[in-house]
């Protein structure tokens, strides 16, 4: 079953539990896919692929991440929990996030692959350590690693 599929079932299993948060979070992840694919010039009833499907979770879970940072720095605990509560429903439909041991694998497999040999060659490296983790790997953590090594 396709990603958005999945999610349409599961809200519709929310409501019957009458599980609100579940209910809202899923909700509003469909009606970013439907923005994402007016913002790309489709109709909103056009199927979602599961590509475009992990790019707007990978999204949204990047928001409430980083909205739960904002309001724990601000003192409001409660509306990070629920932010936090709303990105572990989020990540169920995301693929299982590789390891920074894998991701620094790849990179070096990237690195010996394309003969980078420092800090000026990061643009040869990453693109190649992103395709080979395929959507399983934080952007933000193989930025850090290919630095590592690179630098």
Do not use: H, Y
């Not at 979770?57 to 904002?70: C, D, F, I, P, V």
């Amino acid at each position: 079953m396709s990603i958005v599929g999945d999610i349409k079932n599961q809200i519709k299993e929310a409501m019957k539990s009458k599980d609100k948060l579940r209910l809202d979070t899923l909700r509003g992840v469909s009606a970013a896919f439907v923005n994402e694919l007016v913002a790309s010039g489709q109709k909103p009833d056009a199927e979602v692929s599961d590509d475009l499907a992990l790019k707007v979770l990978k999204r949204a879970l990047k928001q409430r991440k980083e909205a739960a940072e904002q309001f724990r720095a601000g003192g409001r605990d409660d509306l990070a929990e629920k932010e936090e509560k709303e990105a572990e429903i989020i990540q169920e439909f995301l693929p299982e996030q590789l390891s920074e041991e894998k991701i620094e694998d790849l990179a070096k497999e990237c690195i010996a692959d394309s003969g980078a040999s420092g800090k000026q060659d990061f643009a040869k490296v990453m693109p190649c350590v992103m395709q080979k983790a395929a959507g399983a790997a934080d952007g933000a953590l193989v930025k850090q690693v290919v630095e590592r090594l690179l630098g």
